[in-house]
Nanobody, 117 residues
Framework: QVQLVESGGGLVQAGGSLRLSCAAS????????MNWFRQAPGQERELLAA???????YYRDSVKGRFTISRDNAKNTVYLQMNSLKPEDTAVYYC???????????WGQGTQVTVSS
């Protein structure tokens, strides 16, 4: 079993930055494919970014060039650096993990990000 705990959300003005963290326990992070999702009110949850154990990355078009996913296996933590934030980035952000791409077996509780205009 893998437990995921997100942190780093909050309120920020448009154009600002936040760094989200996802701390994993129960299994070495190096064994996991890690993902960041978000869900805005009334909308479906969407995949933003993913990083494999071999450091291959994927980004949704709407966040390319603004968001960066990274991992620190020694700290068992995955990060999402978010720059140039926009009001439409307001959502609950979730970390998800699996043993491969497109596998989202484990989820964190989410962290709220609010971007004011």
């Amino acid at each position: 079993q893998v437990q995921l705990v997100e942190s780093g959300g909050g309120l920020v003005q448009a154009g600002g930055s936040l760094r989200l963290s996802c701390a994993a326990s129960g299994r070495p992070l190096s064994m996991l494919h890690m993902n960041w999702f978000r869900q805005a009110p009334g909308q479906e949850r969407e995949l933003l970014a993913a990083i494999s154990s071999s450091l291959n990355t994927y980004y949704r078009d709407s966040v390319k060039g603004r968001f960066t996913i990274s991992r620190d296996n020694a700290k068992n933590t995955v990060y999402l650096q978010m720059n140039s934030l926009k009001p439409e980035d307001t959502a609950v952000y979730y970390c998800a993990a699996g043993v491969g791409p497109n596998v989202y077996k484990y989820w964190g509780q989410g962290t709220q990000v609010t971007v004011s205009s």
